[in-house]
């Protein structure tokens, strides 16, 4: 296997805007960060195919306005906005398909979880999923952005536009709500 | 310090359960590369931001002010005896001639006293005795 070349974000985003490199650079950042933002669109959107579709729909949207990223903040804020942006149009798509609420929560997602092909998860995975489903959706983005990626505060704020403060309180709801949820599932 | 979530994740962990299909991910990158649509690219020089702007600047003054503190310190262990003792001697003489000064300028010496001074010398010329000296 050849191996990979190293990449650089600063080289890579000057690239992006000459158009005789853009297409090989934008090849370099989807295999940089196809992983991660499909981890990140999985947790939101739980089956395997959609967050397949959504992460396919997010490099799209990141390459037909690739004019419009001028390297003012980080290429992984941006690209994860976008990720987010398309998860929540989704999953709210999938809401309307399924005659629920806008309102209503993102329990039903899990619901097939069981049967899914790609979940090789216990129960007791199933039911965190389930608690994790039940919150409000920007309780349920920043418990998936701090909980799984372990991602900081003060990068979160940028990615989601909301102070450090509101953050961290609604990781501490979410983080109260699940153990309330868990507790009265056992 | 115990973390806010530790009770989850001592039970539950950080792995979902979710899976890949085998190589999904080296066939998604070749796929959604092949996939992407020409598009029209308007070259544009990226802006440094402000940090990468001022940062020779702020490295400049950040060695200088290293340089100061350096002097400051070397001045404080080694030579500060020997400037303060040049500055204390000059201040002394300037003092001493200013205190003279001042004793002229009071009137301590009288026109009387003068004038004896200059009539002794007068005196000691006619007697010769000066030249003794």
Redesign the interface.
């Known amino acids: 296997m050849a191996a990979r070349e190293k990449y650089d974000e600063a080289q890579v985003v000057e690239q992006l805007h000459d158009p005789k490199q853009c297409r090989t650079a934008f090849g370099k950042v989807i295999e940089h960060y196809s992983s991660q933002l499909y981890w990140q669109i999985r947790r939101m959107v739980i089956d395997h195919d959609d967050a397949n579709d959504v992460l396919q729909n997010t490099f799209m949207k990141a390459w037909t306005n690739i004019d419009n990223f001028r390297g003012d903040a980080k290429l992984s804020t941006w690209l994860y906005k976008i990720a987010i942006n398309e998860s929540i149009t989704f999953v709210n798509k999938k809401k309307v398909m399924n005659q629920l609420s806008i309102d209503d929560d993102e329990s039903f997602l899990v619901n097939q979880l069981e049967s899914d092909e790609w979940f090789d998860g216990d129960q007791a995975q199933i039911n965190l999923q389930k608690a994790i489903a039940a919150l409000p959706e920007k309780q349920r983005l920043v418990f998936n952005l701090r909980y799984y990626d372990e991602m900081k505060y003060d990068e979160m704020s940028e990615i989601l536009g909301t102070s450090e403060g509101a953050l961290k309180a609604s990781y501490h709801h979410a983080v109260k709500k699940i153990e309330q949820f868990l507790g009265e599932t056992d | 310090m115990k973390r ?2 530790s ?3 001592n ?2 962990g ?8 085998e190589n999904y ?1 080296d066939d ?2 070749k796929k ?2 092949a ?3 020409d ?9 440094p ?1 402000m940090w990468q702007r001022i940062k020779p600047l702020a490295y400049l003054a950040a060695m200088f002010a290293g340089v100061w503190c350096m002097m400051t310190v070397f001045n404080h262990f080694n030579g500060v005896s020997n400037v303060n003792s040049v500055g204390a001697v000059a201040e002394k003489l300037h003092s001493d001639s200013r205190n003279l000064d001042e004793f002229i300028m009071s009137g301590s010496v009288s026109d009387y006293d003068i004038l004896n001074y200059e009539d002794s010398v007068a005196m000691s010329n006619e007697d010769g005795s000066i030249d003794e000296y």
Do not use: C
């Open positions: 806010e979530d009770t989850i994740l039970k539950y950080k792995d979902p359960g979710f899976k890949v299909p991910f998604f990158n959604m590369a996939m992407l649509p598009i029209e690219i308007t070259p544009v020089d990226i802006k931001t």
